[in-house]
């Protein structure tokens, strides 16, 4: 969704979750989230959106600390960062997270101390950590798993 306004992104979002929720093989209150870098900051962007949805994982994306959009938010989060993220620092995790717990929020946030921003993606040569990688994979497959139980 590069170069797409925000606006088309949201609608687009929208329309993506209405779709799966319409699908006679998909249980509207078990939808999640996921999404790495811009596709994490997506992932959040639809929990603030859509009050129904059961999950929501957010892997070094954009964050949002204003308290008046973040009260909209009912999935619980798991979010993986790095600390050598120059992008979205620790210190922004930290203040989402506060935020988040104030709030009354379902929230798990791990923080990589020699991770950095795309640490995850193998193709991030320089910056790939196989061992933080597949930590936060099984993190988060763990984390659906519960949530998204029956």
Same mark, same amino acid.
């Given at each position: 969704?590069?170069? $797409?306004?925000? *606006?088309?992104?949201?609608? *687009?979002?929208?329309?993506?979750?209405?779709?799966?929720?319409?699908?006679?093989? $998909?249980?509207?209150?078990?939808?999640? @989230?996921?999404?790495?870098?811009?596709?994490?900051?997506? @992932?959040?962007?639809?929990?603030?959106?859509?009050? +129904?949805?059961?999950? *929501?994982?957010?892997?070094?994306?954009?964050?949002?600390?204003? +308290?008046?959009?973040?009260?909209? %938010?009912?999935?619980?989060?798991?979010?993986?960062?790095?600390?050598?993220?120059?992008?979205?620092?620790?210190?922004?995790?930290?203040?989402?997270?506060?935020?988040?717990?104030?709030?009354?929020?379902?929230?798990? $946030? +791990? %923080?990589?101390?020699?991770?950095?921003?795309?640490?995850?993606?193998?193709?991030?040569?320089?910056?790939?950590?196989?061992?933080?990688?597949?930590?936060?994979?099984?993190?988060? $497959?763990?984390?659906?798993?519960? +949530?998204?139980?029956?």
């Amino acid at each position: 969704m590069r170069g $797409v306004p925000e *606006d088309r992104a949201k609608r *687009d979002l929208h329309a993506a979750f209405e779709y799966l929720a319409s699908l006679p093989t $998909v249980k509207p209150d078990r939808i999640g @989230s996921i999404g790495w870098c811009m596709g994490g900051g997506y @992932s959040l962007d639809l929990a603030l959106q859509e009050p +129904t949805l059961a999950a *929501d994982v957010i892997n070094y994306g954009h964050l949002a600390t204003d +308290t008046e959009a973040l009260k909209k %938010i009912n999935a619980p989060i798991l979010g993986l960062f790095g600390a050598q993220d120059h992008g979205i620092t620790p210190d922004d995790v930290k203040k989402f997270g506060a935020a988040l717990d104030q709030l009354g929020k379902k929230i798990d $946030v +791990t %923080i990589y101390p020699d991770a950095g921003h795309a640490f995850e993606n193998p193709n991030n040569k320089d910056g790939y950590r196989a061992d933080d990688a597949a930590n936060a994979w099984q993190r988060t $497959v763990d984390f659906l798993a519960k +949530t998204l139980k029956q």
